[in-house]
């Protein structure tokens, strides 16, 4: 079975710019969790989608938003960038989301944004 | 105050070494425990989980939660260079999907 797939896997964008990343779940899972990965945060959670609809969100400002297509790939984007956002973005997949039963969570490796 | 705090370290050990990783949190509700580790340019994988208080074991691997002192622990018995990674604590409520992340800590493990 194939993992979670993230993609770009490094991008290089400048203050002002968006972007669109994206991510593609595991086969038969439902639920898409996108996360921000900085050193000195750690991970930090963004939102979470099921069934194309945002379920949980996490403290980010609006510039970060998601969305989830009816095949449970997911997209998040990041509108007029700032050098803040550098970080690593994991979204991580699972089947039904509903009870947070951590061995069916699983990542995706990552798109590295720098942001100069 | 973050939610979940762990010393990001680095830690550095000698093969066959018994290591601990230690994080604290503030959130009384939390129920479930997680320990991820994740290697360079990977994403965390799941190394163990723990409901509610008390230890599990897995091979090498032992997670203990104590509740009372709102404080986990992973151990690691007979490290190897291979476990050489960053491992990551990670805790959540009852319901919902929501996971709080400490920032890791850095562990390499010297042949």
């Known amino acids: 079975k194939a993992g979670v797939t993230q993609t770009p896997r490094y991008l290089i964008k400048t203050r002002g710019q968006q972007v669109t990343l994206s991510c593609s779940p595991i086969?038969?899972?439902?639920?898409v969790s996108w996360y921000q990965q900085t050193p000195g945060q750690g991970l930090q959670f963004l939102f979470e989608?099921?069934?194309?609809?945002?379920?949980n969100k996490g403290n980010f400002p609006g510039r970060f938003s998601g969305r989830q297509f009816s095949n449970s790939r997911s997209e998040m984007n990041v509108s007029t960038l700032e050098l803040g956002d550098s970080a690593l973005y994991l979204c991580?997949?699972?089947?039904?989301?509903?009870?947070?039963?951590?061995?069916?969570?699983?990542f995706g490796p990552g798109t590295r944004l720098t942001v100069l | 105050q973050k939610e979940v705090e762990q010393d990001p370290g680095p830690l550095s050990v000698p093969e066959g070494a018994i290591v601990s990783l230690n994080c604290t949190y503030s959130?009384?509700?939390?129920?479930?425990f997680m320990w991820y580790r994740q290697y360079s340019r990977k994403g965390p994988e799941l190394l163990m989980y723990?409901?509610?208080?008390g230890n599990k074991e897995d091979g090498r691997f032992t997670a203990q939660v104590d509740k009372s002192s709102k404080y986990i622990s992973l151990f690691i018995r007979d490290s190897q260079p291979s476990d050489s990674a960053t491992y990551l604590c990670?805790?959540?409520?009852?319901?919902?999907?929501?996971?709080?992340f400490g920032t890791g800590t850095s562990l390499t493990v010297i042949p």
């Open positions: 989608y099921f069934s194309e609809t945002q379920r």
């Open positions: 991580a997949s699972s089947f039904m989301g509903g009870r947070p039963l951590p061995h069916e969570q699983f």
């Open positions: 990670a805790m959540s409520l009852n319901t919902g999907n929501q996971f709080y």
């Open positions: 723990t409901y509610s208080s």
């Open positions: 086969s038969g899972h439902r639920s």
């Open positions: 959130n009384s509700a939390f129920q479930y």
